[in-house]
Protein backbone atom coordinates (compact mmCIF):
# COMPACT_ATOMS: atom_id res chain seq x y z
CA UNK A 1 0.00 0.00 0.00
CA UNK A 2 1.23 3.34 -0.82
CA UNK A 3 1.59 6.77 0.60
CA UNK A 4 -0.59 8.08 -2.10
CA UNK A 5 -3.24 5.59 -1.26
CA UNK A 6 -3.61 6.17 1.86
CA UNK A 7 -3.73 10.20 1.30
CA UNK A 8 -6.88 9.39 -0.75
CA UNK A 9 -8.12 6.73 2.36
CA UNK A 10 -8.08 9.82 4.44
CA UNK A 11 -10.76 11.38 2.48
CA UNK A 12 -12.51 9.08 4.51
CA UNK A 13 -12.39 10.92 7.94
CA UNK A 14 -13.86 14.33 5.73
CA UNK A 15 -16.93 12.19 4.29
CA UNK A 16 -17.85 10.76 7.59
CA UNK A 17 -18.14 14.29 9.07
CA UNK A 18 -20.69 15.42 6.79
CA UNK A 19 -23.33 17.60 7.92
CA UNK A 20 -27.50 15.98 8.20
CA UNK A 21 -30.59 17.86 7.61
CA UNK A 22 -32.45 16.01 10.62
CA UNK A 23 -32.51 16.88 14.48
CA UNK A 24 -30.03 13.77 14.69
CA UNK A 25 -27.31 15.94 13.26
CA UNK A 26 -24.46 14.31 11.26
CA UNK A 27 -24.27 10.51 11.54
CA UNK A 28 -20.01 10.56 12.23
CA UNK A 29 -18.88 13.91 13.99
CA UNK A 30 -15.47 14.60 14.02
CA UNK A 31 -14.00 14.05 17.42
CA UNK A 32 -12.44 16.95 18.64
CA UNK A 33 -8.45 15.70 20.08
CA UNK A 34 -8.36 15.06 23.88
CA UNK A 35 -6.33 16.79 26.37
CA UNK A 36 -3.00 14.79 26.63
CA UNK A 37 0.37 13.75 25.12
CA UNK A 38 0.76 14.58 21.39
CA UNK A 39 1.47 11.82 18.98
CA UNK A 40 4.76 10.93 18.59
CA UNK A 41 5.84 8.68 16.43
CA UNK A 42 7.43 5.34 18.40
CA UNK A 43 8.11 7.67 21.70
CA UNK A 44 4.77 6.32 22.79
CA UNK A 45 4.05 3.00 25.08
CA UNK A 46 2.07 -0.14 24.67
CA UNK A 47 3.25 -0.74 21.67
CA UNK A 48 1.49 -3.59 20.14
CA UNK A 49 0.70 -5.86 16.36
CA UNK A 50 -3.02 -7.01 16.02
CA UNK A 51 -2.57 -10.48 15.74
CA UNK A 52 -5.72 -12.02 14.48
CA UNK A 53 -8.85 -10.18 12.77
CA UNK A 54 -11.98 -11.56 11.24
CA UNK A 55 -14.91 -10.34 9.80
CA UNK A 56 -17.88 -10.59 12.53
CA UNK A 57 -20.75 -12.21 12.57
CA UNK A 58 -24.34 -10.85 11.78
CA UNK A 59 -25.30 -9.72 15.56
CA UNK A 60 -21.69 -8.47 15.76
CA UNK A 61 -20.60 -4.71 15.44
CA UNK A 62 -22.05 -0.76 16.56
CA UNK A 63 -25.21 0.84 15.75
CA UNK A 64 -23.57 2.77 13.08
CA UNK A 65 -27.09 4.71 12.03
CA UNK A 66 -28.58 4.97 15.46
CA UNK A 67 -31.64 3.07 14.44
CA UNK A 68 -31.37 0.50 17.21
CA UNK A 69 -29.72 -2.44 15.49
CA UNK A 70 -26.74 -3.86 14.96
CA UNK A 71 -24.48 -2.79 11.86
CA UNK A 72 -22.60 -5.46 9.82
CA UNK A 73 -23.86 -5.84 6.22
CA UNK A 74 -20.64 -7.45 5.10
CA UNK A 75 -21.06 -10.12 7.65
CA UNK A 76 -22.33 -12.29 4.40
CA UNK A 77 -18.73 -12.56 3.55
CA UNK A 78 -17.66 -13.37 6.89
CA UNK A 79 -17.18 -17.41 6.36
CA UNK A 80 -15.92 -16.77 2.51
CA UNK A 81 -13.37 -14.79 4.07
CA UNK A 82 -11.98 -16.70 7.18
CA UNK A 83 -9.82 -18.98 5.48
CA UNK A 84 -8.07 -16.06 3.23
CA UNK A 85 -7.18 -14.23 6.11
CA UNK A 86 -5.95 -16.85 8.15
CA UNK A 87 -3.76 -17.15 5.28
CA UNK A 88 -2.42 -14.25 5.53
CA UNK A 89 -2.06 -13.91 8.99
CA UNK A 90 0.19 -17.08 8.58
CA UNK A 91 2.09 -15.48 5.52
CA UNK A 92 2.83 -12.40 7.55
CA UNK A 93 0.77 -10.31 5.01
CA UNK A 94 -1.18 -8.51 7.88
CA UNK A 95 1.49 -6.44 9.87
CA UNK A 96 -1.01 -3.69 11.41
CA UNK A 97 1.32 -1.98 14.79
CA UNK A 98 -0.63 0.16 17.21
CA UNK A 99 1.33 2.24 19.58
CA UNK A 100 -0.44 4.44 22.52
CA UNK A 101 0.39 7.46 24.07
CA UNK A 102 -0.18 9.07 27.29
CA UNK A 103 -1.05 6.21 28.41
CA UNK A 104 2.14 4.89 29.71
CA UNK A 105 0.55 2.66 32.61
CA UNK A 106 -2.99 1.33 31.66
CA UNK A 107 -5.92 2.13 33.91
CA UNK A 108 -8.94 3.97 33.73
CA UNK A 109 -8.24 6.82 31.58
CA UNK A 110 -10.10 9.81 30.35
CA UNK A 111 -7.92 10.91 27.54
CA UNK A 112 -6.23 8.11 25.56
CA UNK A 113 -4.80 8.07 21.84
CA UNK A 114 -3.08 5.78 19.73
CA UNK A 115 -2.11 5.29 15.81
CA UNK A 116 -2.38 2.78 13.87
CA UNK A 117 1.04 1.71 11.38
CA UNK A 118 1.61 -0.15 8.26
CA UNK A 119 4.11 -3.03 9.38
CA UNK A 120 6.77 -4.71 8.02
CA UNK A 121 8.05 -8.07 9.08
CA UNK A 122 8.90 -9.89 6.31
CA UNK A 123 12.47 -7.72 4.86
CA UNK A 124 14.41 -7.13 1.87
CA UNK A 125 17.69 -5.34 3.28
CA UNK A 126 19.49 -6.23 0.31
CA UNK A 127 17.32 -5.04 -2.17
CA UNK A 128 17.54 -8.46 -4.06
CA UNK A 129 14.05 -8.59 -4.20
CA UNK A 130 14.13 -11.98 -1.94
CA UNK A 131 12.13 -11.53 1.55
CA UNK A 132 13.14 -12.80 4.32
CA UNK A 133 10.32 -14.49 7.02
CA UNK A 134 9.38 -17.39 4.38
CA UNK A 135 9.92 -20.84 3.99
CA UNK A 136 11.21 -20.06 0.46
CA UNK A 137 12.57 -17.27 0.83
CA UNK A 138 15.60 -15.47 1.28
CA UNK A 139 18.43 -16.51 3.06
CA UNK A 140 20.91 -13.86 3.68
CA UNK A 141 19.47 -10.74 4.01
CA UNK A 142 22.93 -8.68 4.00
CA UNK A 143 24.22 -10.37 0.71
CA UNK A 144 22.24 -9.18 -2.67
CA UNK A 145 24.23 -12.40 -4.33
CA UNK A 146 23.19 -14.70 -1.88
CA UNK A 147 19.63 -15.93 -2.87
CA UNK A 148 16.98 -18.52 -4.60
CA UNK A 149 17.99 -19.19 -7.90
CA UNK A 150 21.60 -17.64 -7.35
CA UNK A 151 24.88 -19.83 -8.60
CA UNK A 152 27.08 -21.35 -5.12
CA UNK A 153 30.41 -19.76 -6.00
CA UNK A 154 33.30 -22.08 -4.60
CA UNK A 155 35.13 -21.04 -1.79
CA UNK A 156 33.43 -18.58 -0.61
CA UNK A 157 32.60 -19.94 2.67
CA UNK A 158 28.94 -18.74 2.03
CA UNK A 159 25.33 -20.27 0.94
CA UNK A 160 24.64 -18.48 -2.42
CA UNK A 161 21.90 -20.15 -4.03
CA UNK A 162 20.03 -20.81 -0.39
CA UNK A 163 20.25 -24.83 -0.18
CA UNK A 164 21.36 -24.45 3.45
CA UNK A 165 24.75 -25.35 2.33
CA UNK A 166 28.23 -23.40 1.68
CA UNK A 167 30.47 -24.32 -1.31
CA UNK A 168 28.71 -27.49 -2.13
CA UNK A 169 28.76 -28.70 -5.84
CA UNK A 170 25.48 -29.95 -7.57
CA UNK A 171 24.36 -30.41 -3.90
CA UNK A 172 27.07 -32.37 -2.76
CA UNK A 173 28.39 -30.82 0.11
CA UNK A 174 31.89 -29.90 0.64
CA UNK A 175 34.16 -31.56 2.91
CA UNK A 176 36.07 -28.31 4.04
CA UNK A 177 36.97 -28.56 7.99
CA UNK A 178 38.70 -25.21 8.01
CA UNK A 179 37.03 -23.17 10.54
CA UNK A 180 37.17 -19.94 9.44
CA UNK A 181 34.88 -17.82 11.20
CA UNK A 182 36.00 -19.57 15.20
CA UNK A 183 32.70 -20.76 15.62
CA UNK A 184 33.64 -23.83 16.20
CA UNK A 185 31.75 -25.54 13.23
CA UNK A 186 32.66 -26.24 9.81
CA UNK A 187 31.40 -26.10 6.61
CA UNK A 188 31.72 -30.28 6.69
CA UNK A 189 29.84 -29.91 9.59
CA UNK A 190 27.09 -28.10 8.49
CA UNK A 191 28.14 -24.45 8.82
CA UNK A 192 26.37 -22.51 5.71
CA UNK A 193 28.22 -20.02 5.95
CA UNK A 194 32.09 -20.11 7.56
CA UNK A 195 32.04 -16.28 7.26
CA UNK A 196 29.81 -15.25 9.95
CA UNK A 197 30.06 -16.75 13.87
CA UNK A 198 26.17 -16.18 14.28
CA UNK A 199 25.81 -18.86 11.59
CA UNK A 200 26.17 -22.59 12.16
CA UNK A 201 22.81 -24.59 12.55
CA UNK A 202 22.36 -23.52 15.54
CA UNK A 203 19.06 -22.40 17.00
CA UNK A 204 17.54 -19.79 14.71
CA UNK A 205 17.84 -16.05 15.60
CA UNK A 206 14.52 -13.70 14.30
CA UNK A 207 15.08 -10.46 13.06
CA UNK A 208 18.75 -10.72 12.06
CA UNK A 209 18.41 -11.34 8.48
CA UNK A 210 20.69 -14.48 8.37
CA UNK A 211 19.93 -18.35 7.97
CA UNK A 212 21.24 -19.36 11.38
CA UNK A 213 19.67 -22.81 11.59
CA UNK A 214 21.15 -23.55 8.11
CA UNK A 215 17.52 -25.36 6.72
CA UNK A 216 18.21 -22.38 3.93
CA UNK A 217 15.52 -19.76 4.85
CA UNK A 218 16.36 -16.52 6.91
CA UNK A 219 14.32 -15.80 9.79
CA UNK A 220 12.67 -18.87 9.45
CA UNK A 221 12.28 -22.45 11.11
CA UNK A 222 10.17 -24.36 12.96
CA UNK A 223 9.96 -25.39 16.50
CA UNK A 224 8.35 -28.48 16.62
CA UNK A 225 5.07 -28.08 14.69
CA UNK A 226 5.15 -24.02 15.10
CA UNK A 227 7.03 -21.72 13.37
CA UNK A 228 9.75 -20.42 15.29
CA UNK A 229 10.00 -16.61 13.60
CA UNK A 230 6.66 -14.50 13.98
CA UNK A 231 5.05 -10.88 14.72
CA UNK A 232 2.06 -12.87 16.63
CA UNK A 233 4.70 -14.42 19.49
CA UNK A 234 2.90 -13.04 22.61
CA UNK A 235 6.64 -14.45 24.60
CA UNK A 236 8.88 -12.63 23.18
CA UNK A 237 7.91 -9.95 20.21
CA UNK A 238 10.32 -9.47 17.80
CA UNK A 239 10.79 -6.03 16.12
CA UNK A 240 8.66 -4.93 13.38
CA UNK A 241 9.37 -2.19 10.98
CA UNK A 242 7.64 0.56 10.28
CA UNK A 243 6.27 1.41 6.23
CA UNK A 244 7.25 4.99 5.44
CA UNK A 245 3.32 5.08 3.97
CA UNK A 246 2.37 4.93 7.92
CA UNK A 247 2.79 8.50 7.51
CA UNK A 248 1.63 11.69 6.24
CA UNK A 249 4.02 14.78 4.62
CA UNK A 250 4.43 16.38 8.03
CA UNK A 251 5.64 13.27 9.55
CA UNK A 252 2.35 12.04 11.46
CA UNK A 253 0.49 8.93 11.16
CA UNK A 254 -2.18 8.67 8.92
CA UNK A 255 -4.31 6.54 11.13
CA UNK A 256 -4.96 7.58 14.66
CA UNK A 257 -7.26 7.85 17.07
CA UNK A 258 -7.16 10.59 19.59
CA UNK A 259 -10.43 11.03 21.58
CA UNK A 260 -9.89 7.60 23.03
CA UNK A 261 -10.65 6.67 26.77
CA UNK A 262 -10.70 3.49 29.06
CA UNK A 263 -13.64 3.02 31.76
CA UNK A 264 -12.72 0.05 34.38
CA UNK A 265 -15.93 -1.60 34.09
CA UNK A 266 -16.18 -4.09 37.12
CA UNK A 267 -12.19 -4.44 37.34
CA UNK A 268 -11.74 -4.89 33.52
CA UNK A 269 -10.29 -2.34 31.73
CA UNK A 270 -12.38 -1.04 28.46
CA UNK A 271 -11.26 0.94 25.19
CA UNK A 272 -13.30 3.05 23.37
CA UNK A 273 -12.29 5.19 20.61
CA UNK A 274 -13.85 6.87 17.57
CA UNK A 275 -15.34 7.52 15.01
CA UNK A 276 -11.99 8.06 13.02
CA UNK A 277 -10.07 6.57 10.07
CA UNK A 278 -9.31 2.96 9.88
CA UNK A 279 -7.83 0.75 7.14
CA UNK A 280 -6.59 -2.93 6.35
CA UNK A 281 -6.71 -4.59 3.04
CA UNK A 282 -8.46 -8.61 3.60
CA UNK A 283 -8.40 -11.07 1.40
CA UNK A 284 -11.73 -12.10 0.82
CA UNK A 285 -10.43 -15.54 -1.74
CA UNK A 286 -8.11 -16.45 -4.10
CA UNK A 287 -7.62 -12.86 -6.26
CA UNK A 288 -10.15 -10.98 -4.52
CA UNK A 289 -9.34 -8.58 -1.46
CA UNK A 290 -11.25 -6.39 0.17
CA UNK A 291 -9.01 -2.63 1.24
CA UNK A 292 -11.52 -2.06 4.70
CA UNK A 293 -11.02 2.09 4.57
CA UNK A 294 -13.87 2.27 6.92
CA UNK A 295 -15.37 5.94 8.31
CA UNK A 296 -16.87 6.38 11.11
CA UNK A 297 -14.59 3.28 12.47
CA UNK A 298 -15.49 2.49 16.06
CA UNK A 299 -12.93 0.88 18.43
CA UNK A 300 -13.88 -1.37 21.76
CA UNK A 301 -11.42 -3.71 23.47
CA UNK A 302 -10.39 -5.16 26.28
CA UNK A 303 -6.80 -4.07 27.94
CA UNK A 304 -5.16 -6.81 29.88
CA UNK A 305 -1.69 -7.68 30.86
CA UNK A 306 -0.60 -10.31 28.75
CA UNK A 307 2.87 -12.82 29.38
CA UNK A 308 4.96 -10.35 27.85
CA UNK A 309 2.92 -6.92 28.03
CA UNK A 310 -0.23 -5.57 27.28
CA UNK A 311 -2.43 -6.22 25.30
CA UNK A 312 -6.25 -6.37 23.19
CA UNK A 313 -8.70 -9.21 23.83
CA UNK A 314 -12.18 -8.79 22.41
CA UNK A 315 -11.69 -6.35 20.29
CA UNK A 316 -14.44 -5.12 17.93
CA UNK A 317 -13.81 -2.53 15.31
CA UNK A 318 -17.25 -1.50 13.12
CA UNK A 319 -17.49 1.48 10.10
CA UNK A 320 -18.31 2.19 6.79
CA UNK A 321 -16.93 1.54 3.41
CA UNK A 322 -18.34 4.59 1.73
CA UNK A 323 -19.13 4.31 -2.20
CA UNK A 324 -16.43 6.90 -3.12
CA UNK A 325 -13.70 5.11 -1.33
CA UNK A 326 -14.74 1.70 -2.52
CA UNK A 327 -14.70 3.24 -6.36
CA UNK A 328 -11.01 3.96 -5.43
CA UNK A 329 -10.11 0.62 -5.06
CA UNK A 330 -9.02 -1.11 -8.20
CA UNK A 331 -6.73 -3.89 -9.69
CA UNK A 332 -8.74 -6.69 -8.79
CA UNK A 333 -9.58 -9.25 -11.06
CA UNK A 334 -11.40 -12.40 -10.49
CA UNK A 335 -12.32 -14.57 -13.89
CA UNK A 336 -15.16 -16.17 -12.56
CA UNK A 337 -17.31 -13.43 -12.03
CA UNK A 338 -16.18 -11.43 -15.09
CA UNK A 339 -14.33 -8.50 -13.03
CA UNK A 340 -11.50 -7.09 -14.16
CA UNK A 341 -8.51 -4.76 -12.86
CA UNK A 342 -10.06 -1.81 -14.88
CA UNK A 343 -13.58 -1.95 -11.93
CA UNK A 344 -13.23 -1.08 -8.78
CA UNK A 345 -14.37 -2.52 -5.29
CA UNK A 346 -17.52 -0.50 -5.90
CA UNK A 347 -18.33 -2.16 -9.08
CA UNK A 348 -17.81 -5.74 -7.60
CA UNK A 349 -20.24 -5.02 -4.55
CA UNK A 350 -22.91 -3.01 -6.87
CA UNK A 351 -23.03 -4.51 -10.23
CA UNK A 352 -21.45 -7.76 -9.41
CA UNK A 353 -22.19 -11.16 -7.77
CA UNK A 354 -20.71 -9.60 -4.25
CA UNK A 355 -24.11 -7.80 -3.50
CA UNK A 356 -25.83 -11.23 -3.23
CA UNK A 357 -23.29 -12.41 -0.78
CA UNK A 358 -23.89 -9.43 1.16
CA UNK A 359 -27.61 -9.77 0.75
CA UNK A 360 -27.92 -6.33 -0.25
CA UNK A 361 -31.74 -4.57 -0.49
CA UNK A 362 -32.77 -3.36 -3.41
CA UNK A 363 -33.97 0.02 -4.19
CA UNK A 364 -37.51 1.15 -3.36
CA UNK A 365 -37.48 3.84 -6.45
CA UNK A 366 -39.49 1.90 -9.07
CA UNK A 367 -37.24 3.33 -11.99
CA UNK A 368 -33.87 1.94 -10.53
CA UNK A 369 -35.73 -1.31 -8.52
CA UNK A 370 -33.35 -3.66 -9.47
CA UNK A 371 -30.53 -1.58 -8.35
CA UNK A 372 -28.66 -2.56 -4.89
CA UNK A 373 -28.44 0.21 -2.01
CA UNK A 374 -25.90 0.59 0.48
CA UNK A 375 -27.34 -0.04 4.19
CA UNK A 376 -25.85 3.26 6.03
CA UNK A 377 -27.22 6.86 5.20
CA UNK A 378 -23.94 8.60 6.29
CA UNK A 379 -25.14 12.23 4.91
CA UNK A 380 -28.91 11.66 5.80
CA UNK A 381 -30.44 12.71 2.95
CA UNK A 382 -32.21 9.52 2.17
CA UNK A 383 -29.93 5.91 0.45
CA UNK A 384 -27.86 6.73 -2.36
CA UNK A 385 -28.29 4.12 -5.15
CA UNK A 386 -26.13 2.15 -7.69
CA UNK A 387 -26.49 1.01 -10.77
CA UNK A 388 -25.05 -0.61 -14.33
CA UNK A 389 -27.43 1.14 -16.58
CA UNK A 390 -26.98 -2.44 -19.05
CA UNK A 391 -26.84 -5.16 -16.42
CA UNK A 392 -27.74 -7.62 -19.53
CA UNK A 393 -23.91 -6.42 -21.49
CA UNK A 394 -20.81 -7.76 -20.54
CA UNK A 395 -19.46 -4.49 -18.74
CA UNK A 396 -20.57 -4.88 -15.00
CA UNK A 397 -19.66 -1.34 -13.65
CA UNK A 398 -21.27 1.13 -12.08
CA UNK A 399 -21.64 4.07 -13.91
CA UNK A 400 -24.91 6.02 -12.86
CA UNK A 401 -25.53 7.35 -8.91
CA UNK A 402 -28.45 8.46 -7.82
CA UNK A 403 -28.33 10.59 -4.79
CA UNK A 404 -30.50 10.34 -1.44
CA UNK A 405 -32.26 13.65 -2.69
CA UNK A 406 -32.95 11.99 -6.12
CA UNK A 407 -30.08 13.99 -8.13
CA UNK A 408 -28.53 11.91 -10.80
CA UNK A 409 -25.30 11.80 -12.06
CA UNK A 410 -23.90 9.83 -14.49
CA UNK A 411 -20.15 8.50 -15.59
CA UNK A 412 -18.87 11.07 -17.97
CA UNK A 413 -16.06 11.45 -20.03
CA UNK A 414 -13.83 9.57 -17.65
CA UNK A 415 -15.20 11.09 -14.70
CA UNK A 416 -16.59 8.21 -12.26
CA UNK A 417 -20.13 9.32 -11.14
CA UNK A 418 -18.97 8.67 -7.37
CA UNK A 419 -16.93 11.86 -7.67
CA UNK A 420 -19.56 14.06 -8.16
CA UNK A 421 -19.95 16.89 -5.60
CA UNK A 422 -22.96 18.93 -4.75
CA UNK A 423 -23.82 23.21 -4.87
CA UNK A 424 -20.92 23.22 -1.95
CA UNK A 425 -18.02 21.41 -2.82
CA UNK A 426 -18.48 17.98 -0.66
CA UNK A 427 -18.48 14.92 -2.17
CA UNK A 428 -22.16 13.88 -2.89
CA UNK A 429 -22.30 9.99 -2.32
CA UNK A 430 -20.84 9.25 1.13
CA UNK A 431 -23.42 6.19 1.98
CA UNK A 432 -21.87 2.72 2.05
CA UNK A 433 -21.90 -0.89 3.45
CA UNK A 434 -21.33 -1.08 6.69
CA UNK A 435 -18.95 -4.01 8.46
CA UNK A 436 -18.21 -5.00 11.79
CA UNK A 437 -14.33 -6.98 12.89
CA UNK A 438 -13.27 -8.67 16.20
CA UNK A 439 -9.70 -8.49 16.62
CA UNK A 440 -7.26 -9.21 19.05
CA UNK A 441 -3.34 -7.85 19.62
CA UNK A 442 -0.01 -8.90 21.38
CA UNK A 443 3.06 -6.69 22.46
CA UNK A 444 5.40 -6.08 20.12
CA UNK A 445 8.74 -3.86 19.32
CA UNK A 446 8.30 -0.83 16.72
CA UNK A 447 11.44 0.20 15.00
CA UNK A 448 12.17 2.31 11.79
CA UNK A 449 13.35 0.49 9.13
Request: proline share 4%.
Amino acid sequence: MTRNHLSVLALGLVLGCGGGDDDGGPLFEQQIECEGASIDPLAGSQQQVISSIDIAGRDVGFDLDRDGEIDNQLYGVSDLAHDGIQDSFNNFDIIAPIEFFDFDQPAADDCVKFAVYLGKYKLDTDGDTQVTARSDGDCNDLEPGAMRGATEIADNFMDDDCDGMADDDNDVASDNTDDMDGDGVTIADGDCDDTRMEVKGDAEVCGDGLDNDCDGAADWGMDGDNVACTPYDDASPDRLELDPASFDDSGAPVIAFTDGEVVDEGGALKLHAGPALFSINLPIQTGLALDLTLTGATIEGEIYQSSSGWAIQNGKLGGVIDARTADKVRGIEVPDINLGPDDSLLDAIFANVLGVFLALPKSENPMYAECHVPDIDVDRDGLEIFCDSNPEDDVMQVDTCIDGDGTVVTDNGGSNCTEAVDGDGNPRFVDGISVALTFATVPAVLAEP
